[in-house]
């Protein structure tokens, strides 16, 4: 039997691996007193950076459809480029679940909310999210120029248009509002003076390129600084500015941490932040190494997002989908597709996860899956999301296999008061929590199988949507 500092330290290794991460592996159960070696590699993680690629070796073909006159043609690539942004979808949707650099990944996924973008151009979508994954636990500063240099952010903000002629502000706009200073830290007249900076900032194909002819070479005045300034100047000067650093801060820590922002605590961490010249990794390993971190408070807290629950479930229980696509369908159902997001502004995030229709299809999924029920069920139109004709609306069965004998090594046959507690601390993260009336069903019932069907019910529970 597990001692009770077992079972607490094993809690926060999951509370570890769910916020750090996407949640706990069963080879973790089997840690107790230190850290395995992938909780190791949370604080280090020294994985060689693989791109993930899904345009073909032989680009010429496609680059010849974007690039033709021909109105079939474009037609042609458009198509195309759309069937490989979901496979790009689900290339990533695969490297969230499998990935040993479990940290690398979650950092992506925060700031695909912070930097939300969504281009259908393959092209552009697979160099903006690889930017993400190999850049964001480096410095922040590096970070924000590789983004905001990229095809795809500089056509969702639509700064191809900004020329000295006729500047456009939106890019200059959300580059303080949404990604560095927050709403109400710069006036009209920052806007207007960076906009003219970032003028001539465009794209060919999926290179950055200035068009000097387009840029505004005047003299400009931005947070009080005179100068000919250009996009990359305007970038430096913002981070010199410690707001940033609490912008960022704040943001981070309502993240992977909690909503309720200590202010003492924040402060302290945007200090070093900004110190450590924005060192992403610092500011993570500050976080997660706190005795703060793991107190009560801070512990299945927060309500999972879609992909978080979608692919914790698949590291926790280790099922394969018998056919991808309908992940689409399932992430559209809940309100958050990856390379997707609704707005600049990404995913409102927290509350908003949970209505009465996606509490209920997240509540009944977990059965219908490992029951091979069918599942009926159409998606709502959101045009908002920029996401029509990606997938059909419909989906009638989703397909999974599972592997339920590699629990025998973990838990005992014979389920006792114990081993049920054993189970409830691996799928929950919310303690002292009495069992439902389903699952208290299926330990009193003496039929075969009685450990999946009451892991299933464990997690078509409202606790475990938390972490």
């Known amino acids: 039997m597990e001692s009770k500092n077992q079972k607490s330290k094993k809690m926060e290794n999951f509370h570890l691996l769910w916020r750090a991460g996407f949640g706990p592996q069963l080879k973790n159960l089997n840690d107790n007193n230190k850290q395995n070696k992938e909780l190791s590699q949370v604080f280090n993680p020294t994985y060689p950076?693989?791109?993930?690629?899904v345009t073909p070796e032989n680009t010429k073909n496609l680059l010849e459809l974007v690039q033709s006159n021909n109105v079939t043609n474009q037609m042609e690539a458009r198509k195309i480029s759309r069937q490989l942004v979901r496979k790009l979808n689900l290339s990533w949707l695969d490297e969230l679940k499998n990935s040993e650099n479990q940290l690398a990944e979650k950092m992506a996924f925060f700031w695909h909310g912070h930097f939300a973008c969504q281009?259908?151009?393959?092209?552009?979508?697979?160099?903006?999210?690889?930017?993400?994954?190999e850049k964001g636990l480096g410095k922040f500063g590096n970070l924000i120029k590789e983004i905001t240099k990229s095809?795809?952010?500089?056509?969702?903000?639509?700064?191809?248009?900004?020329?000295?002629?006729?500047?456009?502000?939106?890019?200059?706009?959300?580059?303080?509002?949404?990604?560095?200073?927050?709403?109400?830290?710069?006036?009209?007249?920052?806007?207007?003076?960076?906009?003219?900076a970032f003028t001539g900032w465009t794209f060919l194909g999926n290179e950055f390129i200035f068009r000097k002819k387009n840029h505004d070479f005047d003299e400009k005045v931005f947070f009080g600084e005179k100068g000919n300034f250009d996009g990359e100047d305007i970038i430096n000067i913002i981070l010199k500015k410690q707001q940033t650093a609490i912008f960022i801060t704040q943001k981070i820590?309502?993240?992977?941490?909690?909503?309720?922002?200590?202010?003492?605590?924040?402060?302290?961490?945007?200090?070093?932040?900004?110190?450590?010249?924005?060192?992403?990794?610092?500011?993570?390993?500050?976080?997660f190494t706190s005795t703060w971190f793991y107190d009560k408070e801070n512990i299945g807290t927060k309500i999972k997002s879609p992909i978080e629950w979608l692919v914790g479930m698949q590291r926790q229980v280790n099922f394969e989908f018998q056919n991808e696509n309908p992940l689409l369908f399932v992430q559209k159902i809940l309100g958050?597709?990856?390379?997707?997001?609704?707005?600049?502004?990404?995913?409102?995030?927290?509350?908003?996860?949970?209505?009465?229709?996606t509490l209920m299809f997240r509540l009944k999924f977990p059965t219908l899956l490992a029951e091979k029920s069918n599942l009926e069920i159409e998606a709502k139109d959101e045009n908002d999301a920029g996401i029509a004709g990606v997938f059909e609306n419909r989906v009638r069965k989703i397909e999974a296999n599972f592997n339920w004998n590699q629990y025998q090594?973990?838990?005992?046959?014979?389920?006792?008061?114990?081993?049920?507690?054993?189970?409830?601390?691996?799928?929950?993260?919310?303690?002292?929590?009495?069992?439902?009336?389903?699952?208290?069903?299926y330990l009193t019932n003496e039929t075969k199988n009685k450990l999946p069907k009451i892991i299933t019910a464990m997690m078509a529970t409202p606790e475990y949507q938390m972490m």
């Open 253 to 287: 820590y309502r993240f992977f941490v909690n909503d309720i922002l200590p202010e003492k605590r924040v402060k302290k961490l945007a200090s070093d932040f900004f110190n450590s010249d924005y060192d992403i990794l610092a500011l993570m390993t500050q976080i």
């Open 119 to 133: 281009n259908r151009n393959i092209f552009h979508a697979e160099n903006y999210l690889n930017i993400l994954r």
């Open 336 to 357: 958050q597709m990856l390379l997707y997001p609704p707005n600049v502004a990404g995913w409102a995030g927290e509350k908003n996860w949970i209505d009465s229709g």
């Open 151 to 196: 095809p795809a952010m500089l056509s969702f903000l639509n700064n191809q248009q900004n020329k000295k002629s006729s500047p456009n502000e939106n890019f200059a706009r959300e580059l303080m509002e949404l990604f560095t200073l927050g709403r109400g830290n710069y006036t009209e007249n920052d806007i207007k003076e960076s906009a003219r």
């Open 49 to 53: 950076f693989k791109k993930i690629k």
């Open 409 to 441: 090594k973990y838990f005992k046959n014979n389920i006792d008061d114990t081993e049920i507690q054993k189970i409830q601390n691996y799928i929950w993260q919310v303690e002292n929590k009495k069992l439902t009336k389903s699952i208290q069903e």
